[in-house]
């Protein structure tokens, strides 16, 4: 169970609105809460805390700082296996509709490289981070035109989503992240990824949305999986695009 707290008295009305929204507790004495999960707002962002004594730090989306800014700087543009597998090529800036939103990372990045990116996220709680993160990205005097003109956020299932487009706004790419169930107990996890997966569990819908998205998507599906990972079931990828540690499995609409 997740609460919301405001970190200083100022920000109380705000955390009030934020728990309505949500429909989630507002404990009086965030402190001694017995949830282990706080949505708290602070006076820079938004954060979600685990509690506990071995807990790990916050997770927040932060678009302006840190590996998103560098990611953006020098994550090598259009040759990276990202853009490559979407399908920038030349002057190409395909629309994409990221269906598994997540933190907003990989939309963020499609973005910075001229994409419209329609983020779907269907727990309201990371969707609440990303749109932190969003609102004040867009404040940012080198980065703001860019998230309000490419950057779009809607909570919601993406398979209900995908079913009720008009042909006139089907995404020429629909891209998939979706949460990946790690069974080896020595795999290392992002902090953030562990955090995700105790709150909102695996995506064991993925091949349901797979089939979804390629109903939906007017040019291609873009499936990110780790590197060893099999292709989600259903249809088979046409190719697929690796790097480091993740791979791409890319599916061409006929």
Known sequence: MIAVTATDPVLQDRAAALALELNLPLPATPAESPFPWL???????????????????PVYVDFINGPLAYRRRYGG????????????????????????????????????????????????????????????????????AMVRER?????????????GLDEGERPEVVYLDPMYPHRSKSALVRKEMRLLRDLVGNDLDAPVLLAAALRGARRRVVVKRPRSAPALEGSRPDMSITAENIRFDVYLSV
């Open 39 to 57: 949505l708290a707002l602070t006076p820079e962002r938004l954060e979600l805390r685990a509690q506990g004594p071995a807990a790990p730090g």
């Open 77 to 144: 543009g259009r040759r990276q296996p990202l853009a490559r597998a979407v399908g920038l090529k030349g002057g190409a800036n395909p629309t994409v509709l990221d269906a598994t939103a997540g933190l907003g990372r990989d939309a963020f990045v499609l973005a910075c490289l001229g994409c419209t990116v329609h983020l779907v996220e269907r727990s309201p709680v990371i969707a609440a981070l990303v749109r932190d993160g969003l609102e004040r990205a867009a404040q940012d005097p080198e980065i703001g």
């Open 151 to 163: 950057l779009r956020l809607t909570v919601a299932d993406s398979r209900t989503l995908l079913a």
